[in-house]
């Protein structure tokens, strides 16, 4: 029995460790993982070279149904916020207070773009 929907964004120059460890650990703990991009089974490359196949689009996830996002570094943030579907998606996710959010690096410029997210304290190391 699945404990939830986990969604991990990908796209391509991703941080490959801010990826793939999160992913198998959330499977590893019962929770149904798709790898979200805007294009569906399309292969994305880490900055190292390693790949992720993408799962699902944003118009496929219901971010009511959705507990843990996971936003991977690298330059793969900077061109998520390029595309509305995805800044909608994470937005609607992060202010829906369903579950977490997690984000390396550069998340926040992600969500701000989505220009729809509440006020909330966020860091980047």
Same mark, same amino acid.
Request: charged share 25%; proline share 3%; hydrophobic share 40%.
């Given at each position: 029995?699945?404990k939830?929907?986990?969604?991990? $964004?990908?796209?391509?120059? +991703?941080?490959?460790?801010?990826?793939?460890?999160?992913?198998?650990?959330?499977?590893?703990?019962?929770?149904? &993982?798709?790898?979200?991009a805007?294009?569906?089974?399309?292969? $994305?490359?880490?900055k190292?070279?390693?790949?992720?196949?993408?799962t699902a689009?944003?118009?496929?996830?219901?971010?009511?149904? &959705?507990?843990? &996002? &996971?936003?991977?570094?690298? $330059?793969?943030?900077?061109?998520?916020?390029? +595309?509305p579907?995805?800044?909608?998606?994470?937005?609607?996710?992060?202010?829906?207070?369903?579950?977490?959010?997690?984000? $390396?690096? +550069?998340?926040?410029?992600?969500?701000?773009?989505?220009?729809?997210?509440k006020?909330?304290?966020?860091?980047?190391?």
């Open positions: 029995m699945s939830g929907l986990a969604i991990v $964004f990908a796209e391509d120059n +991703y941080e490959c460790l801010e990826l793939h460890y999160p992913r198998l650990r959330l499977i590893e703990a019962g929770y149904t &993982v798709q790898v979200v805007p294009e569906k089974d399309k292969i $994305f490359k880490s190292e070279g390693y790949w992720a196949k993408s689009v944003p118009e496929d996830i219901k971010a009511e149904e &959705v507990k843990v &996002v &996971v936003v991977p570094g690298g $330059f793969c943030t900077d061109r998520l916020r390029r +595309y579907n995805c800044c909608e998606l994470l937005a609607k996710c992060w202010n829906g207070g369903n579950g977490a959010v997690v984000g $390396f690096m +550069y998340v926040a410029a992600v969500n701000s773009t989505a220009a729809r997210s006020a909330v304290v966020s860091t980047s190391v």
